[in-house]
């Protein structure tokens, strides 16, 4: 990548796991992590920054990991655990859930980012990880993807709000919504435009 370092690992095997999360922003649902093992045989062309790509690429490129990995797996943490221990460690939650999660045990952990979740696992960290190593930019595509699909169910049950549109971020429109209609249960109570508009 232009700019970017190459990453050096220290890890030389086969159960190598990206993980990276979706989430952290937005105003409403559950912040989304998933981890995946690519399958050194089998690779996948086009895999990069979940944010990169067009919608329609990162589907295609989702159904692809899904059939192709060695294993990947999807982890949550919900609104209420967001409000309960901040978004920052819900987000190492959803990581870790992730990890766990996984059908082939990972024996290396490459994590998006600057912090490392707190798992047993060994591993290391990458700043914008996911221009840099196939496996977290498969991770951030299976986390994108999955956390789009909560919002477009959400739409179809509260689709005065926009969830389609703005996928829970603080957008105007969005912020109008909560003000005009108030939070919902899966609203993020503890951050601040959806605390502005709770009942006193």
């Not at 169910?153 to 005065?160: D, F, G, V």
Request: glycine share 8%; aromatic share 4%; with cysteine.
């Amino acid at each position: 990548m232009m700019g970017l370092p190459p990453l050096v690992i220290d890890y030389q095997g086969s159960c190598l796991a990206g993980v990276d999360e979706v989430g952290r922003g937005p105003l409403v649902g559950s912040v989304v992590a998933a981890a995946v093992i690519l399958d050194p045989a089998r690779p996948i062309e086009g895999l990069a920054d979940s944010k990169t790509l067009s919608e329609k690429r990162r589907l295609v490129l989702a159904e692809a990991v899904r059939q192709h990995a060695t294993a990947f797996a999807i982890g949550e943490a919900s609104p209420a655990e967001i409000d309960s221990l901040n978004i920052y460690h819900a987000t190492h939650l959803a990581m870790r859930r992730a990890i766990d999660a996984l059908p082939v045990a990972a024996e290396y952990l490459l994590v998006d980012g600057n912090r490392m979740p707190g798992h047993h696992v060994p591993g290391q960290c990458a700043v914008k990880g996911d221009q840099r190593h196939v496996a977290i930019g498969a991770a951030s595509i299976l986390a994108k993807v999955t956390r789009d699909a909560q919002m477009l169910a959400l739409h179809e049950r509260y689709p005065e709000y926009g969830f389609a549109r703005h996928k829970g971020y603080p957008t105007r429109e969005h912020r109008e919504a909560l003000e005009r209609l108030g939070p919902l249960d899966e609203h993020r109570r503890s951050f601040a435009p959806v605390k502005q508009v709770l009942p006193a």
